[in-house]
C-alpha cells in the first residue's frame, strides 16, 4: 500500500475554505481521509447554516437533517452527491413551513452542491418498501446533523428492531443488485479502463460488505480498509482531474495518475497491478458476504445444495456448494492434494470456501515448492485441461495464486494491461474468458454457432486447445514486439518441461504462432481470391491444424468484448475455415512431393517419398519418415510389411504394399472383425504405386489387451489380406456386433461430391454415425462401383466420422450416371 495518511500542516477548516488547496493537499499526500475530512465539515457546514437561515424559524421541532448514503458515511470526494434526508412527523406542513422547505433547498443549490433528498417520516423509514429497498439501505450509514433531536431519537430506537426483521430481504434485495451490477461488468473486475465504483471489486463492493457486516454481525468490521484507501485516493483523483464526478479510470488518467506518482507507482502498468490486487481483495470479500448471507431462508436452494453435499469424498467435504479439506494438515505432507483439489472442481463445477482458499494461503511455501519441483507433468495437466468445467478450475487456481506456480510464465501476464482500444480485459482475463467461450459453445443449442460447435466435436484434443489458450497471448508480458512466437516459443518450453509428447508440442508451436493469420484473413483479404486460400492453407498446412485454429480464433475473438465477435465476424470466420478446408483437400490429391531438400536428400528417399501428397510432409516428423523407409525396405524383400504400435488407449497400425484394388477396404474390414474401432486413416501411394496406409483404432472390448495372442493373430490375419489370400467378407461373419446408437445421439449421414476439387479426382465426402466396420464398407461400396481410391484421410470424433476421398474411374474423374447410384449406395452404408 502506498496511500500516506499523513495530514498536512495546514488545517481542514483552512482547506475547505480554499478548494484549490484541497486539490493541492490531496496531491502531496494521496489521502483520500483528508479530503473526506474537509468535505464532510464542508458540507455540514453548508447544511446546517442553510437550516438555520430557512427551516428553524418555521420548524420549532417536528423536523431534522439526516446526512445518508456516502455523506452519512462521512465519504464524501470532491464531486460527490449530497444524500440528505429529510425527517418529518406525519402532520401536514403549514403554507410557511413549505416555503421555508423550498427556500432551504434553494440555497443547498446555490451554494454549488449537488444535492439528492428526500422527505420522510419515522414510520415511511421503519417500513420496507419492495420498490425503493434503497431508502432501507441508506439508512444503514445515517447520522443527524440538526434539527429535532427527538424525533431522530425516535427514528434511531426503532432501527435495530426494523433492521433485524427485515435483514433477510433487505440482504436478498442487496444481493440481487450486485449480481445484477456485477454483470453488467461481466463479473469480473480485469477490465482495462474499470469504473472504480460500480465494477466488480470497485467501491460499491465494499459498501456491500459493510452492508452485510452491519445487518448480520454489527461488530465484524472489513479487512479490506487498505483496499478502500488505494481506491478512494483513485476516485478522489478521477474527481479533480475531471472536475466532476468521474470514475471511470481511463487510460489517459491511469497516465496522468502514474505521472504525477500520486499513489508511489511512476508507470501506469505498476500502478494498474496494484489496482488489480486491492479490487481483487475487495471483490473476493463480497462474493464471500454474499455467498455467506443471501440464502439463509432460501429452502430450495438449500436443498439443492445439501443434494450436492453427497459429492463429498474421503479428501473434501462439499457443503452449501462449497469445497472444504476433509483433513487440511495433508496439504503439507501431501501437497498433491491441492491440484486434486482444482480437479475436483473441474468435474464438478463448485466453488472453494474461504476457509479453503485460507488453508491454501497459509501453506502457499509447500504447495509453491511441489509444483516448482517438476513433479507435475503432462498427464496431469492434460487431464485437469480435458475436465467438463477446466475453466472454472483455472480461475480458481488464479484467483488463489495457484495457478502461476504451476505455470510460470502466467506471472508475466497477470493483471497485465496493454494499451488497446479493442480489447476490454487484461491479458489474463482475457485469456481465462477464452477457455470459457470454448466450454460454452460445447452447450449451446443456438443455431447460430451449430457449425462451430459441431467442428468442436471434432477435434482429436480437447486439452491441448485450452493449452494453447492458456498460453496464446503469453509472450505480451515479455513485450515481444511480435508476441505470436514469443508465446510459441514460451509455450513450447513449457510443454517439453511438462513432458508433452513432440508430436503435441509441434502442433501447439503451429496454433500459437499462426493464431493471428485467420483473423488477418477475414479482415484484411479477398476471400474470394484463390491466392488468398493458397496463402491461408501454406500457413495451417492440414484440415486438423485449420479445426483447431478456427476454433482458437473463434475463442480469441470472443474474449476480446462481449459484442467482438458480431454476426458479420462469425460468417468471416465460416468463410475462412470453409475456403482453407477446401484448399487444403484439394492439395490432398493434386499437391504432389517432386524433389526434396539436398541437405536429408538420397536415392532410396526420393524414390520412396515422389508421387505422395504433400500433406504427408506436414503431418510427420522427420524419425517417423526414416522409419517409414526401414518399412518400405522390408516390404521389398516380404512383399508386405505391417508394424503395429501401441500408444496408450489407442493403437497404430503401418502398412505398406503394392497397390490394388478394395486393398484398403481390406484392411479397414480386417480390423472391424476383431471389433476394433477405426478412428482415424490415411492412405497414400507414391509414384512406384506402393502404398502406405496407416490406421489409428482403439479396442474398445479390450481384445487384444487381455488376449495376448490375438495380436498375434491379427498380425497373421492382415498379412493374408494384404497378400489377397483371404476374403474379408468371411471373417466379417462373426465379428462383435456394436451397440445401436440412441435416438437423441444419431448421427445422419450425409454425402457430397465435388468435381472442381482436383484436376484428376472427384472429392467425395462423407459424415456419418460411427461404427465398426463402417470405414470397409464404404471402401467397399468405391471398389465395387470400379472406382480407385487415389487418396483418403478419415478421422473420427466423439462417434462421428468425418471421410475424405479422392476417386478416379477408368483413371478420370467420376461422372455424373456413376455419381448418383454411388452416392445412394454411401448413403445406405451411413444408415445401415
Not at 503439507?332 to 463448485?350: A, C, W, Y
Not at 478456427?550 to 470466420?573: C, F, G, K, N
Not at 508386405?640 to 497400425?653: A, F, S, T
Request: hydrophobic share 40%; glycine share 6%.
Amino acid at each position: 500500500m502506498h496511500v500516506s495518511s499523513t495530514s498536512t500542516q495546514m488545517s481542514t477548516a483552512a482547506l475547505t475554505e480554499r478548494p484549490n488547496d484541497l486539490r493541492a493537499a490531496f496531491h502531496q499526500t494521496g489521502s483520500a481521509n483528508l479530503v473526506f475530512s474537509a468535505r464532510g465539515e464542508q458540507v455540514d457546514g453548508i447544511v446546517r447554516a442553510a437550516y438555520r437561515q430557512s427551516l428553524e424559524p418555521a420548524y420549532a421541532s417536528g423536523l431534522s437533517l439526516l446526512a445518508v448514503g456516502g455523506f452519512g458515511r462521512r465519504e464524501l470526494f470532491p464531486h460527490s452527491d449530497i444524500d440528505l434526508l429529510i425527517l418529518t412527523t406525519p402532520t401536514d406542513p403549514t403554507p410557511t413551513a413549505k416555503e421555508a422547505l423550498s427556500c432551504f433547498l434553494q440555497r443547498i443549490w446555490d451554494s454549488g452542491l449537488r444535492l439528492s433528498h428526500s422527505v420522510r417520516t419515522v414510520k415511511e423509514c421503519t417500513e420496507l418498501h419492495e420498490n425503493n429497498v434503497e431508502l432501507s439501505i441508506s439508512l444503514l450509514d445515517q447520522r443527524l446533523i440538526c434539527g429535532d433531536q427527538a424525533l431522530h431519537n425516535s427514528l434511531a430506537a426503532q432501527l435495530p428492531k426494523f433492521f433485524h426483521s427485515q435483514r433477510e430481504t433487505i440482504t436478498r434485495r442487496l444481493c440481487r443488485l450486485a449480481h445484477q451490477r456485477h454483470n453488467k461488468f461481466h463479473d469480473t473486475i480485469y477490465h482495462l479502463e474499470p469504473n472504480i465504483k460500480e465494477t466488480p471489486g470497485g467501491i460499491r463492493d465494499l459498501h456491500l460488505v459493510n452492508w452485510l457486516n452491519q445487518l448480520w454481525n454489527p461488530a465484524e468490521k472489513a479487512p479490506i480498509a487498505g483496499a478502500f484507501e488505494f481506491l478512494g485516493a483513485i476516485r478522489c483523483a478521477l474527481h479533480f482531474q475531471s472536475g466532476r464526478d468521474n470514475n471511470l479510470l481511463s487510460f489517459e488518467a491511469q497516465e496522468n495518475i502514474a505521472a504525477k506518482g500520486l499513489l508511489g507507482y511512476n508507470s501506469a502498468a505498476g500502478f494498474m497491478r496494484a489496482y488489480f490486487r486491492n479490487a481483487r481483495l475487495i471483490h473476493r470479500a463480497a462474493l464471500r458476504g454474499m455467498d455467506t448471507y443471501e440464502s439463509k431462508d432460501n429452502s430450495l436452494l438449500s436443498g439443492f445444495r445439501d443434494w450436492r453435499s453427497r459429492l463429498s469424498n474421503s479428501e473434501f467435504t462439499v457443503s452449501r456448494d462449497r469445497i472444504l479439506f476433509r483433513h487440511p494438515q495433508h496439504i503439507e505432507s501431501d501437497p498433491s492434494i491441492v491440484l486434486r483439489l482444482f480437479q475436483f472442481v473441474g468435474r464438478h463445477k463448485l466453488s472453494l470456501h474461504h476457509e479453503t482458499e485460507r488453508r491454501l494461503e497459509e501453506h502457499l511455501p509447500s504447495i509453491a515448492a511441489y509444483l516448482s519441483g517438476n513433479t507435475v507433468g503432462w498427464p496431469s495437466v492434460h487431464g485437469l485441461l480435458s475436465l467438463p468445467h477446466a475453466s472454472v478450475a483455472l480461475r480458481a487456481m488464479h484467483d488463489n495464486g495457484i495457478l502461476k506456480l504451476l505455470i510460470p510464465e502466467w506471472e508475466q501476464i497477470e493483471c497485465y494491461v496493454v494499451r488497446d482500444f479493442h480489447h476490454r480485459y487484461t491479458v489474463d482475463e482475457h485469456t481465462l474468458i477464452a477457455i470459457e467461450t470454448i466450454e460454452e459453445l460445447a452447450r449451446s443449442q443456438d443455431p447460430a454457432f451449430q457449425r462451430f460447435t459441431s467442428l468442436l466435436s471434432e477435434i482429436e484434443d480437447l486439452a491441448l486447445l485450452r493449452f494453447a489458450l492458456l498460453y496464446h497471448d503469453i509472450g505480451k508480458g515479455e513485450g515481444a514486439e511480435t508476441h505470436a512466437k514469443a508465446s510459441a516459443d514460451l509455450a513450447v518450453a513449457a510443454a517439453a518441461r511438462l513432458g508433452m509428447p513432440e508430436t503435441q508440442r509441434l502442433l501447439l508451436y503451429t496454433l500459437i504462432e499462426h493464431h493471428l493469420d485467420l483473423s488477418a484473413a477475414m479482415t484484411g483479404r479477398d476471400l474470394d481470391d484463390p491466392e488468398t486460400a493458397r496463402w491461408l492453407a501454406d500457413r495451417v498446412g492440414t484440415v486438423e491444424v485449420l479445426r483447431y485454429l478456427t476454433l482458437l480464433t473463434y475463442a480469441d475473438t470472443a474474449a476480446v468484448h462481449p459484442t467482438a465477435l458480431s454476426p458479420w465476424r462469425l460468417e468471416q470466420l465460416w468463410r475462412v475455415y470453409r475456403t482453407t478446408y477446401r484448399e487444403l483437400t484439394l492439395e490432398l490429391q493434386t499437391e504432389r512431393i517432386t524433389h526434396q531438400s539436398k541437405s536429408i536428400s538420397s536415392p532410396e528417399r526420393d524414390e520412396f517419398l515422389k508421387g505422395f501428397p504433400v500433406r504427408y510432409l506436414r503431418i510427420h516428423t522427420e524419425a517417423q519418415i526414416r522409419r517409414h523407409l526401414e518399412l518400405e525396405q522390408s516390404r521389398k524383400l516380404a512383399g508386405v510389411v505391417i508394424d503395429l504400435q501401441r500408444n496408450g488407449p489407442v493403437y497404430e497400425l503401418t502398412v505398406l504394399a503394392k497397390d490394388r484394388l478394395f486393398l484398403f477396404a481390406s484392411v479397414a474390414g480386417a480390423l472391424a472383425s476383431f471389433g476394433l474401432n477405426i478412428l482415424k486413416a490415411e492412405a497414400f501411394a507414391n509414384q512406384q504405386g506402393t502404398i502406405l496406409d496407416t490406421f489409428a483404432f482403439s479396442d474398445p472390448l479390450r481384445t487384444l489387451e487381455l488376449n495376448p495372442p490375438e495380436v498375434e493373430r491379427l498380425h497373421h490375419v492382415l498379412e493374408r489380406v494384404l497378400l489377397g489370400r483371404v476374403d474379408v467378407k468371411s471373417l466379417l461373419k462373426y465379428r462383435p456386433r456394436p451397440a445401436a446408437p440412441s435416438k437423441n445421439s444419431k448421427i445422419p449421414g450425409r454425402v457430397s461430391f465435388d468435381s472442381d476439387a482436383s484436376a484428376s479426382a472427384t472429392l467425395v465426402e462423407v459424415v456419418a454415425q460411427d461404427r465398426p466396420g463402417l470405414l470397409y464398407e464404404l471402401a467397399s461400396a468405391f471398389s465395387e462401383a470400379g472406382c480407385n481410391i487415389e487418396v483418403v484421410l478419415v478421422d473420427t470424433e466423439a462417434h462421428k466420422a468425418l471421410d475424405v476421398f479422392y476417386v478416379t474411374a477408368g483413371g478420370a474423374k467420376l461422372g455424373s450416371a456413376l455419381e448418383e447410384p454411388l452416392k445412394q449406395k454411401l448413403l445406405k452404408v451411413c444408415s445401415s
